[in-house]
């Protein structure tokens, strides 16, 4: 038996500790006072209390945590330190295992201009746009002249959405670099950015990757989450209706080259944006750890991801049995204690807390009824997921099993991914990432 300590909190930590303990082993997490009532603490073997929630985010306080309960594996889940070089190398240093790949791998792919950089010896194609960094507004902008407006800025340490702007025109460019920039300084402490053409009719659509230890990488059928407010994800689907049997086989091919090209070891996702127009892929960048939409992927290939992390972890590079082709269809709904129309946190104590269940429903929740949304967090409440045998069927699905969730005390999304799940583009699957932009002009239903 092992102990896997799980360096994160919420509804990720409460599902890597449910698979933890389906394989016998314990699950140890480490939690704020503000914490202690939540379903990922009382449901762990281990426990130890950090002296703050900014803790998370602190190297030597998750280390000196996982070390304190006996840990062997260190699970990062995501966002945190999850694609941390620096905690990865402490971790191994410290004689536990990290799952995931290695701190040399993080640091390349975790960089986009690295990243972009190895996507093309790895013969992706890249959006118009700079080689590499770019540090000076001058520079900047005769890239994106070069490329063509609209433009996209990217922070080069960024990522979830955070050190991103479209600039429309040139007009903009310069106070919009100034933004990005000093927002990149401030987050990441690092404010280079790279420039790229922005593709504005496109589809967000993202691989599965899993690399083994013996050199070879699986990549199993792709995500659509092109369902995004202010860049971020808030509805996923696997696989993606914009794309026919050969474009699959054709972009997962080129996600399991690069995967290997770079000796990328674990659970990682290659990310693309789709031109609708063209029909062209190109790639955005390589997330180094398991994604929040994960269980869209585990519904239609049949698959525990977090268990083979573990397995992989351990060196074995038998993969498990799986679906090759993706099997039905899968949504996912983020379940956010946020307003609807703002998009702006609404924490608060959680008076009633009712969450569907039945054939085809998956929910991984971070809370229950009488626990507190805090401010300190994300404010990710739960995922409601949802299988069928076609898409039509899991649209209808996702709209019962969300008809059927309450959530009374701190504000929620509902009301919005009810107004996404009736949007007539998404309905009949011709919508873009411009989806959300375009419903926020609309009235309330």
């Known amino acids: 038996m092992s102990v896997v300590f799980i360096a994160n909190r919420g509804e990720i930590a409460a599902r890597i500790l449910r698979t933890v303990r389906e394989l016998g082993h314990q699950g140890a997490v480490a939690f704020p006072g503000v914490d202690a009532d939540l379903p990922y603490v009382t449901s762990a073997d281990l426990t130890v209390e ?4 900014r803790d998370f985010g602190d190297v030597e306080a998750m280390v000196a945590a996982a070390r304190s309960v006996g840990a062997d594996l ?10 941390n070089a620096a905690f990865a190398r402490a971790v191994e240093a410290a004689g536990m295992v990290f799952v995931g790949p290695s701190p040399d791998v993080i640091e390349l792919m975790g960089d ?10 790895a013969g992706l194609a890249v959006a118009p746009g700079s080689d590499g960094a770019v540090e000076t507004v001058d520079e900047a902008r005769r890239v994106a002249e070069e490329a063509g407006y609209p433009v996209m800025l990217k922070a080069v340490a960024g990522g979830g959405g955070i050190g991103m702007a479209v600039v429309p025109e040139a007009a903009s460019f310069d106070r919009a670099f100034e933004s990005v920039t000093s927002r990149a300084a401030s987050v ?8 790229e053409r922005y593709i504005e ?15 070879r990488a699986v990549a199993l059928s792709e995500r659509d989450c092109s369902v995004q407010r202010r860049h971020q994800k808030v509805v996923e689907e696997s696989p993606s209706p914009a794309l ?10 080129r996600a399991a080259a690069l995967t290997e090209s770079v000796g990328y070891v674990g659970a990682g996702t290659i990310e693309f944006i789709h031109d609708l127009d063209s029909g062209e892929s190109f790639f955005l960048e390589m997330n180094t ?13 049949g698959v525990d991801l977090v268990a083979w992390q573990l397995r992989i972890a351990a060196g074995d590079s038998t993969a498990p049995e799986l679906s090759v082709e993706p099997r039905g269809h899968a949504i996912e709904l983020r379940l956010y204690a946020e307003d609807s129309e703002r998009f702006l946190p609404r924490p608060g104590a959680i008076e009633t807390w009712r969450m569907p269940d039945g054939e085809g ?12 949304v805090t401010p300190f967090f994300d404010p990710l409440l739960a995922k409601l997921i949802v299988w069928a045998p076609s898409r039509a069927e899991a649209v209808e699905r996702a709209r019962e099993a969300l008809g059927r969730t309450e959530i009374i005390g701190p504000g929620s999304n509902i009301r919005f991914l009810t107004r996404v799940l009736a949007e007539p583009e998404f309905v009949e699957a011709t919508h873009d990432t411009g989806i959300v932009g375009r419903m926020s002009t609309a009235p309330v239903r």
């Open 112 to 121: 986009k201009a690295g990243a972009r950089a190895a996507a093309v010896r």
């Open 188 to 195: 990441f402490g690092d404010s280079r950015v790279i420039v």
């Open 50 to 53: 950090l002296s703050g929630p």
């Open 244 to 253: 026919d049997p050969d474009a699959r086989a054709s972009l997962l091919q």
């Open 201 to 215: 009719r496109s589809r967000h659509i993202e691989v599965q990757v899993m690399g083994l230890p013996d050199g």
């Open 74 to 83: 260190v699970h990062p889940g995501y966002g945190f330190l999850s694609e």
């Open 361 to 372: 429903i998956r929910v991984d929740a971070g809370y229950a009824a009488g626990t507190v």
């Open 289 to 301: 750890r398991l994604q929040v939409e994960h269980p869209v992927t585990e519904a239609v290939h």
